[in-house]
Nanobody, 117 residues
Framework: QVQLVESGGGLVQPGGSLRLSCAASGILYSRYAMGWYRQAPGKQREFLAAITSGGSANYADAVKGRFTISRDNAKNTVSLQMNSLKPEDTAVYYC???????????WGQGTQVTVSS
């Protein structure tokens, strides 16, 4: 049974930082690209960042320079360090595991991030 469990969300003031984590189980983790997405109320889910099994990362323009994705293949975890948070970063943040060769695409349940003073 595949599980992706996010943690680390919460309420933070504008300009603050949060670190999200996602623990994966039930998959051969090193074979999956890991990513973070978010969905704000009334909006579509949007891509934020992804990292390959080898550690190559790419980012959406909206978060480039503020967010950093990293992974630990030994612990089956992926993290998203979020700095300089803005109110428009408020959303539910989702962890994703993808293996395009196997056509596997898994999602976590999401964690709420609220940026407000």
């Amino acid at each position: 049974q595949v599980q992706l469990v996010e943690s680390g969300g919460g309420l933070v003031q504008p300009g603050g930082s949060l670190r999200l984590s996602c623990a994966a189980s039930g998959i051969l983790y090193s074979r999956y690209a890991m990513g973070w997405y978010r969905q704000a109320p009334g909006k579509q889910r949007e891509f934020l960042a992804a990292i390959t099994s080898g550690g190559s990362a790419n980012y959406a323009d909206a978060v480039k320079g503020r967010f950093t994705i990293s992974r630990d293949n030994a612990k089956n975890t992926v993290s998203l360090q979020m700095n300089s948070l803005k109110p428009e970063d408020t959303a539910v943040y989702y962890c994703n595991a993808e293996n395009r060769f196997l056509r596997h695409d898994y999602w976590g349940q999401g964690t709420q991030v609220t940026v407000s003073s």
